[in-house]
């Protein structure tokens, strides 16, 4: 009987099955971090657009006015008599909407 030289058919089917076990959780790997990353461009995007939509609203949103600030001045010039008690009042209404 002839005796083969190198690795017995067993031994063969083995080590192709360990190599293609690594290929595939090598390749698992690399379509996990794949992944990942296209996660967070996403997320990243969307981040963008998010902050992108604040600026928009608030360069949409009209100034708010200082009501405070008018009404101290009608009240000083009520108090130096440039306008009168009536007319501190109706502007005031006028003012707060009232």
Known sequence: MRRRRGPSLIATAATVAVVSSHSAKK?????????QQAASQQQAAATQQAELA???AAAA?????DYTAELQQLAQLQQQGVITQEEFDAKKKQILGI
């Not at 390749?27 to 992944?35: E, K, S, T, V």
């Not at 949103?61 to 006015?65: L, Q, V």
């Open 54 to 56: 604040q600026q928009q």
């Open 61 to 65: 949103a009209p100034a708010t006015p």
């Open 27 to 35: 390749g698992a790997q690399q379509q996990a971090a794949a992944d």
